[in-house]
């Protein structure tokens, strides 16, 4: 409908609204110029992308895709956030993660931006006894702090409820969370937990410290494990469930018990999906907390992690792109606290360096694009709102799954679950090996000269239940191959792309081939001739047209000059001499790795 203005002129009075059909006959004339003769419904599902979990996202939202009404900020079922005020007041909570008994990394962290701390305590983290030493000079009354303690919670949540006494911290003033998680310790390690210990700690913080929450319910260890955003989802609302009967059965109200948790959510450099994510699983959450009869205790407490999965080794640099966009898309879902993983996370302790830029990242986001301000500012979007939508309906497909095959302990110990995060990373792994999902700096524009970037050894961590994938593990097997070539020769193993008539006609393929081919550690050589290059292996680029005029022949003239396997940069065909073909969408880790095995690069 058009609204005049107060002068009654409409200078769109005289043209008629464009319809939904009318959009969709200019994209099948469109479509009908690439070769692909489709109309109608058919035209636009041809530009639709396929996500997890069975969702589309479609070339074009209107109105109709409408979705459920979300409701206000801090009113059920909370989709708009969990708070009326969101994160106005003063933006989110920039929690940062440290390992080691570091104290004054972690002053400088407080001092420079970071509201509260995420410490790994016991196995793998910081000792519990030396849990006083790190928190030395910490006004603990105004820094929340979040414990990581795996198996060893108990001790440390006592340890760390000592010194709020020691230091004069009132009970009611005490804000931050004990971190047990006896089913995601599970996930982890495989090792069970009992939960009595855990029921104490959430009494405790129940009757005496209003501020703490007892449990985290930490959905990582299944996105870790290469699960989806729907699988993450329904992973939490399942663990979720489970920690609430086990509260109310120690005899706290589901009130109380929905007042212990906290939720942990990956967000990552897919914007959209994260803020989809995090808007869901409030809804999804508000949900369960209504049938358990506490309709009022459903606003979810979220803390965004960016996604370890998406971080990279090589040209690690690139990853403070995706945790800048991951950080956006955690800000914008709503997350109450959010955790920059620095950028050389992957390569073992982070310096001083990428701690300063992890936590800048937050207060740009906050002080100077004024991302806060503005409570849910994706709602409203018909696509948002509509993928919210579906995304809440796949998790709680997978919830249901859970809860039908005896909930989430059931799930994970019987290795059921295990099976279906790993069918979800094999079908994503396929994606990632095709370069469908390409990774900026290893699988895409490679840098093969690039200065290695090392630091000092991280804590191992707890291991021994659910794997830990990551995007560039493929990727990453061939260019350790390559390094330890180099180590051992002196240079990298080599192809020689042979490029055929003029630059208009092979520099699209070179490019396309020398970028391949350096994801996987071969160097590409362009400069002189092939016997020149020290190569055994030669890609041929140029067009379709001098495909079809010249490919045999410069093959066969290679092949007498001693190559050992003819590549063409391009769709197969019939060339006589040419071996095997490289070009978008082929199974570009099965051709590396496969190369690498006949250049004897073990």
């Known amino acids: 409908m058009t609204v ?42 041809t530009l639709s992308t396929a996500l997890e979990d069975g969702l589309l996202t479609r070339p074009l939202y209107t109105a109709r895709d409408a979705a459920p009404d979300p409701g206000f900020p801090g009113f059920a079922p909370f989709v708009r956030g969990s708070r009326a005020e969101g994160n106005t007041t003063g933006g989110w909570d920039v929690r940062q993660r440290h390992t080691t008994a570091d104290n004054a990394a972690v002053l400088t962290d407080l001092e420079n931006g970071v509201t509260s701390l995420w410490l790994a305590v016991g ?25 990581d303690a795996g198996g060893e919670v108990e001790p440390a949540a006592r340890e760390l409820l000592r010194l709020y006494g020691e230091r004069g911290v009132a009970k009611d003033a005490a804000r931050g969370s004990l971190g047990a998680d006896p089913l995601g310790h599970e996930a982890r390690t495989g090792e069970e ?60 109200s589901v009130e109380q018990a929905c007042a212990q948790l906290e939720f942990r959510y990956a967000a990552t450099a897919d914007q959209f999906l994260t803020v989809a994510k995090l808007r869901a699983a409030r ?22 992690v960016s996604s370890p999965v998406m971080m990279s080794r090589r040209d690690p ?22 955790t920059v993983l620095p950028f050389d996370q992957s390569l073992g302790l982070p310096d001083a360096f990428a701690r300063r830029i992890a936590r800048n990242t937050s207060t740009i986001l906050v002080e100077e694009s004024h991302l806060a301000r503005v409570i849910d500012p994706a709602g409203g979007s018909w696509y948002v709102e509509r993928l919210t939508d579906e995304l809440a309906g796949a998790g709680w497909e997978f919830f249901q799954w859970i809860e039908g095959i005896g909930g989430q302990a059931a799930a994970l110990r019987s290795g059921r679950l295990g099976e279906e995060l790993a069918a979800t990373w094999e079908a994503r792994s396929a994606r990632l090996a095709k370069r469908r999902e390409p990774i900026t700096g290893v699988s895409e524009f490679p840098h093969l000269a690039e200065r290695p970037v090392e630091r000092e050894a991280a804590p191992e961590r707890p291991s021994g239940g659910l794997p830990r994938v990551r ?132």
């Open 283 to 304: 809804r999804l959450w508000a949900r369960v907390a209504e049938v358990c009869g506490a309709p009022g205790g459903g606003a979810q407490v979220q803390h965004a």
């Open 471 to 602: 995007r560039d593990e493929a990727y990453e097997e061939l260019r350790a191959r390559s390094d330890a070539h180099l180590a051992a020769t002196g240079s990298r193993p080599r192809v020689f792309l042979a490029p055929i008539g003029p630059a208009a006609a092979h520099t699209a393929r070179t490019t396309f081939a020398a970028n391949l081919f350096q994801a996987g550690g071969i160097e590409p050589v362009t400069d002189g001739t092939f016997a020149d290059s020290g190569a055994t292996e030669v890609c041929l680029c140029s067009s379709d047209a001098l495909y079809e005029e010249q490919a045999a022949a410069v093959a066969e003239e290679l092949r007498s000059a001693g190559a050992s396997h003819v590549f063409l940069a391009g769709r197969p065909g019939q060339y006589p001499g040419v071996d095997s073909y490289v070009f978008a969408g082929c199974d570009a880790v099965a051709v590396l790795s496969a190369t690498l095995d006949r250049m004897g690069v073990s």
């Open 123 to 147: 196995d793998g983290g910081v000792p519990v006894e030396s849990l006083g030493d790190v928190l030395d000079g910490v006004l603990l009354d105004l820094a929340p702090v979040a414990l």
């Open 317 to 338: 640099w690139v990853n403070m792109l995706r945790t800048t966009v991951a950080t956006l898309a955690a800000g914008v879902g709503g997350a109450d606290s959010v």
């Open 193 to 252: 937990l009992g939960f009595s210990p855990v029921a104490g700690l959430a009494r405790l913080c129940a009757e005496e410290y209003p501020g703490l929450r007892a449990l985290t319910v930490d959905a990582l260890p299944y996105h870790e494990a290469g699960g989806s955003a729907a699988q993450e989802l329904g992973c939490s609302l399942a663990t979720g469930v489970a920690y609430l009967r086990e509260l109310t059965e120690a005899g706290l």
């Open 4 to 45: 005049l203005p107060d002068d009654g002129l409409s200078l769109a009075a005289e043209f008629p609204d464009a319809t939904h059909e009318q959009w969709q006959r200019l994209v099948a004339g469109v479509l009908r110029k690439s070769g692909k003769d489709v109309s109608g419904d058919a035209a636009e599902d």
